[in-house]
């Protein structure tokens, strides 16, 4: 299932719901590892915890299909930053973004990957928010945009910027104010820090998966496809078939 064109890159991203039943949350925790255990037990409501197991159940079984292993023998580590890699299949690629009970995964081969999915919720302070984390190319764009445009446009970087940080393994810390989309092919980078190589290299790009979200990809190669694959409707269907 893994793909090996080192040239070109696909990216599979999985689109799930985290709502879960007694019987598939089970399922998720099951899988999980002693620390995701403990993790999961310190969130302070039940919807966190469950939403947790969910989401990391998931991507466990997601990698076992690549993987062709159980997803409790997966050994899931953090880099220094806190970006979590396989340790015995370093070259298989996955990050994880969630939001509400919208989950999403991204796996691919051999590249540095992120993901980000945000919900476009109607907000105050945009341009507060712009001027703080935008690069002087992309506040001048977003400025320019009529105001019944700006809130999605808004997320639309947002979520790049996420993706791109996530994808470095070096996080926020970076600072999103220097990591500059191309507001005229905002598939490219105009610029990035200097620790993450030359901006050319990087790619964004954005999935349409639910209505009323915002969600990107970026990846550090030539993204060639992307396949996005509805998980969640393989669950619906096994449940009608019992």
């Known amino acids: 299932m893994v793909r090996k064109d080192k040239a070109l890159l696909t990216i599979d991203v999985w689109h799930d719901s985290l709502t879960t039943d007694h019987a598939q949350y089970l399922q998720d925790w099951r899988v ?3 620390h995701e255990k403990m993790r999961a037990e310190k969130f302070k409501t039940l919807q966190l915890q469950q ?8 991507l466990r079984h997601i990698l076992a299909e690549y993987l062709s292993v159980s997803p409790e ?19 298989l690629a996955f990050n994880l973004s969630h939001t509400g009970d919208s989950l999403l995964i991204a796996v691919a081969q051999n590249c540095q990957l992120g993901v980000d999915i945000e919900q476009c919720k109607p907000r105050n302070n945009l341009a507060a928010f712009v001027q703080k984390c935008f690069g002087v190319e992309e506040a001048t764009y977003w400025h320019q ?32 104010k220097h990591c500059v989309l191309n507001p005229e092919n905002p598939q490219t980078f105009l610029s990035v820090p200097a620790e993450c190589d030359a901006a050319r290299i990087w790619q964004c790009r954005d999935l349409a998966v639910e209505a009323g979200m915002c969600t990107a990809l970026v990846a550090d190669k030539t993204i060639a496809n992307v396949i996005v694959h509805e998980r969640h409707e393989k669950h619906e269907k096994h449940e009608k078939s019992h």
């Open 145 to 176: 945009l009529p105001e019944a445009e700006q809130n999605r446009q808004f997320y639309q970087f947002w979520t790049r910027k996420e993706a791109f940080v996530k994808a470095t393994g070096l996080g926020i810390a970076l600072g999103l």
């Open 32 to 34: 999980l590892d002693s």
């Open 73 to 91: 023998s997966i050994r899931i580590q953090n880099a220094a930053q806190g970006k979590p890699y396989l340790v015995d299949y370093p070259e």
């Open 51 to 58: 939403r947790y197991v969910a989401a990391h159940g998931r």
